[in-house]
């Protein structure tokens, strides 16, 4: 799998106004400018210098070096403005100088650092090396079970809030002022105590001492005048500019702008501090990650080429390891720049067209991204093009490019001289409704997906009409706006079939074979499904992109083995955790697709597993050509943490024997501690945001998240966040 989504936690500004974020997916600090351009980013995966595990708060000196928590890694790390990495302090533990799960961070204008140590429920106060000065906490018991966010104001008082939800926590969604030296002056805010805060994360300070808090269960930012009045609400929940899934982080500048990143929108937001008006959104794609991938092609040097559209660029893999390897393309209309690139495609020497779609023109470049030349502009003509989409190259290096509102395939040389067309706007055989893929066979047939029409048309290299197969539906051979085409080296013809978020597989004549890939941003599932492409293997590689739920996008390409008649095709488990002692309200429900694509009818002898163990069998008959779901209801033993590899196996009894293992993978299911949702054997903040930002979800919900609904009584509510705060705290 190649690709995925970027997801800022803290936001921080330097005087230039250029934004840092904290970005948990990417693993790393991410730099833009005020306008959102992209201009760098450092980091990686681990616990070395310079390295993050989650990369949490951020915060900017006057120098213009910024500071990061890392709540797995429990430590801060300071880098110069160029990313350099200058210190490194602290450790996971208790005394003077260590930190348990850092999160907020602030710089005062004397230099000194202060840390959120949510872990040990205080705030740390450090010089600008990182040498240890004092700590200082509320005095009650419990106060600071959950504090995240920090700020401090131009008179250098420090502003901390809590995101406890624990009705018995009188300081519980609180925000709390302090001397700088960590002297308690006042509270407020908290849901508990009257206020309007629930969930209080991210901290700000303008030089009128107003303070912003983004309250991320309300999914909105408040801004509270120094007096502590609540002045107004900024944003709302949504995922459309100006709404929010889940603001966690937020800062302002001198000129009246307030930002709140958001992790699960992908974003950083921007808005007017005054009107509480929306002004943009920021965000940003790391090289070697995709915002909304299209087109594909292989090369003959084990590489893969892809079109990130949304980012307007080509980035180029290793196929065997997924490693990025190069990018190029910027917005825009001038030589090797892209307007909604699409189509993609590799000439035998190596060169790689891409169908610059909003240009209305073909792009050729070198292996390595140097432009070539490039032909084409909006026309009807011989040579033009209404926004060409998909392209593909014939044996004899011959270009074919579906013109999309122009309902037409055009056939150029490899210089992109005009050769001929073919196609009108229609429904009669050889016409077409919004072209899109294509593929051309090593015999020199032509294969064009006519998405309007939901059909696949195959031609003559020249055009001459051979076949068509496919009507509109969600049937085995049906399609819902088909795009992307590709040919297996058997001549097998594979159709993204888009809205059904799936594809199929059709002999060279039309004959429906089977299908893969289901709706879901898991492995194995699709989204938006746009290209499909296949290697010399048979392995089928598909490109998907879209937003599934709330916080979910898949942006990626998906790799799916080749298919022969296998018994076991798919399974599903309603419920992938269970916790410690907690009982279930109903079993777990265990589904497998088994199917007969074989030459006979056949029986097959069928077991569901828990890692070794059977815990349910039957005899299933089908007839060639049929398939049947099959369930079985499952009650997981509780008594203590464990893991379970679910899967269901199928031994053939008679008839046709089956080509393919047999074996469908359920996946993994989890005993954890009683509210560890993500499964890192600790009940932390990452825990209750997880079933905050699914609240009150059902499975037939966007956002619902089955591990969020601790008791397993089908909706995420007040009693899963009772037993997470139950738990909070717990680790392996």
């Not at 213009?64 to 450790?91: E, H, I, R």
């Not at 509270?224 to 982080?249: E, R």
């Not at 002692?581 to 074989?598: E, F, H, I, K, Q």
């Not at 039957?618 to 033993?637: A, C, D, E, Y």
Request: charged share 10%; with cysteine; net charge negative.
């Amino acid at each position: 799998m190649f690709g995925g989504p970027s997801s800022p936690n803290g936001v921080a500004l330097d005087g230039s106004g250029n934004v840092y974020v904290a970005d948990s997916k990417n693993l790393a600090v991410g730099k833009m400018a005020a306008d959102g351009s992209f201009l760098n980013m450092w980091g990686s995966q681990g616990a070395g210098p310079g390295q993050f595990n989650n990369p949490l708060g951020i915060a900017t000196d006057s120098s213009g070096n910024f500071f990061v928590t890392d709540s797995v890694n429990s430590n801060v790390q300071k880098f110069s403005s160029t990313g350099a990495l200058l210190v490194s302090w602290n450790s996971n533990g208790t005394s003077n100088g260590l930190l348990v799960h850092p999160q907020g961070i602030a710089v005062n204008a004397s230099g000194y650092v202060y840390v959120v140590d949510q872990g040990n429920q205080r705030v740390g106060i450090f010089r600008n090396d990182g040498t240890f000065t004092k700590y200082f906490r509320l005095g009650a018991i419990g106060n600071f079970t959950l504090a995240m966010g920090i700020a401090i104001d131009l008179l250098g008082f420090v502003y901390v809030d809590d995101a406890n939800t624990d009705a018995r926590d009188g300081f519980a969604g609180n925000v709390t002022k302090f001397t700088k030296n960590g002297s308690f002056v006042l509270s407020w805010g908290g849901a508990n105590s009257g206020g309007t805060l629930f969930s209080p994360q991210g901290l700000a300070v303008d030089n009128s001492f107003n303070v912003y808090v983004a309250d991320s269960l309300a999914s909105r930012v408040e801004k509270f005048a120094s007096n502590q009045n609540l002045i107004m609400n900024i944003g709302s929940p949504g995922t459309t500019p100006g709404h929010f899934s889940w603001p966690m982080g937020v800062t302002v500048d001198n000129q009246g702008n307030l930002f709140a990143s958001d992790p699960l929108n992908f974003n950083v937001q921007q808005f007017s501090t005054s009107t509480g008006f929306y002004v943009t959104s920021l965000a940003y794609q790391r090289l070697g990650r995709l915002s909304t991938p299209y087109g594909a092609a292989f090369d003959d040097s084990g590489n893969i080429y892809i079109v990130d559209q949304d980012n307007d660029r080509v980035q180029k893999f290793n196929i065997l390891t997924g490693n990025y390897l190069v990018a190029w393309g910027t917005p825009g209309n001038l030589a090797g720049q892209f307007n909604g690139p699409s189509g993609l495609a590799v000439d035998r020497n190596g060169n790689v067209y891409i169908a610059d779609s909003n240009n209305n023109r073909i792009q050729k470049f070198s292996p390595a991204g140097s432009f070539i030349n490039a032909w084409g502009s909006l026309g009807t003509g011989n040579g033009q093009f209404y926004n060409p989409t998909g392209i593909a190259i014939d044996s004899s290096n011959n270009i074919y490019v579906t013109d999309y509102y122009n309902d037409r395939v055009e056939k150029f040389d490899s210089n992109g001289n005009f050769i001929l067309k073919w196609g009108a706007t229609g429904t009669a055989n050889g016409l077409f409704n919004g072209p899109q893929g294509i593929a051309a066979s090593p015999s020199g047939i032509v294969y064009v997906s006519d998405s309007g029409n939901n059909r696949v048309e195959k031609f003559t290299s020249s055009g001459g009409f051979i076949t068509s197969w496919g009507t509109p539906g969600f049937s085995n051979g049906q399609f819902n706006f088909p795009t992307g085409i590709g040919l297996d080296s058997s001549g097998n013809v594979y159709v993204a079939d888009t809205s059904n978020s799936r594809v199929e597989q059709f002999a060279d004549n039309g004959t429906f074979l089977t299908t893969f890939g289901s709706f879901g941003p898991g492995y194995g599932q699709l989204a938006n499904p746009e290209v499909v492409i296949v290697d010399g293997s048979d392995n089928a590689y598909v490109t998907d992109s879209n937003i599934l739920t709330q916080g979910n996008a898949n942006d990626r390409v998906m790799v799916f083995a080749p298919f022969h008649d296998t018994a076991a095709k798919s399974m599903t488990l309603s419920k992938n955790t269970a916790y410690v002692s907690v009982a279930l309200a109903r079993p777990v429900l265990l589904n497998v697709t088994v199917s007969n694509y074989g030459l006979s009818n056949e029986i097959f002898w069928l077991k569901f597993l828990a890692n070794t163990t059977i815990i349910g069998q039957q005899n299933i008959t089908l007839s060639t050509g049929q398939f049947q779901i099959v369930s079985f209801s499952w009650q997981p033993n509780i008594g203590a943490r464990a893991a379970y590899n679910i899967t269901s196996q199928v031994q053939h009894v008679s008839g046709d024997p089956n080509l393919a293992n047999n074996i469908a993978i359920g996946g993994l299911f989890f005993v954890r501690f009683r509210g560890d949702v993500n499964g890192d054997c600790k009940v932390d903040i990452v825990d209750l945001s997880t079933i905050g930002s699914s609240f009150g979800t059902t499975p037939s919900l966007p956002g619902y998240k089955s591990a969020a609904d601790l008791n397993n009584d089908g909706v995420i509510n007040i009693v899963d966040l009772v037993l997470v705060s139950g738990s909070f705290g717990l680790s392996c």
